[in-house]
């Protein structure tokens, strides 16, 4: 009996090496899928990376010309205040001095009318 419980030895010993080669078969697979899937989120988590540097570059640009935008905006208020109250202070001048065209013929002078459509616009027609 002994040759038969040796041959049964070799037949569990072969049934184990299987089963073992097998689930380690399993594991180096679940293993190099786990590594596949690792390496798959570095790369995308660099590539994310690289595309959220490029947004923010971009925001920063845009940041800038934005400021600079709002400057030259700021610049332009003022003039177009400061020549508000140039022409204001022209407008007044008119009003306020002589309009008499007559007296500027009789010297010779080029003939001046003053024409009013309404208190905020007003222009001068020249001729001679």
């Known amino acids: 009996m002994p040759s038969t ?13 299987e089963k073992t ?12 899928e786990f590594n ?6 570095i790369k995308s988590n660099a590539n994310t990376q690289s595309i959220l ?3 923010l570059e971009e925001q920063l640009r845009q940041r800038t010309t934005i400021e600079v935008i709002e400057k030259s905006n700021t610049k332009l208020k003022c003039e ?11 407008f007044t001048n008119f009003t306020v001095g ?8 009789q010297e010779g ?5 003053l024409k009013r459509k309404d208190m905020k616009h007003i222009w ?3 001729g001679t």
């Open 98 to 105: 002589p309009l008499n065209t007559e007296q500027t013929q």
């Open 36 to 41: 596949d899937l690792l390496t798959k989120y």
């Open 109 to 113: 002078k080029v003939k001046q009318q």
């Open 21 to 32: 080669t097998i689930e380690s078969s399993i594991k180096q697979k679940k293993f190099d």
């Open 53 to 55: 540097e490029k947004i």
């Open 80 to 90: 177009i205040f400061e020549n508000r109250k140039l022409i204001q202070e022209i």
């Open 5 to 17: 419980s040796g041959s049964s030895t070799k037949a569990i010993s072969s049934q184990y090496t």
């Open 124 to 126: 001068w027609e020249c």
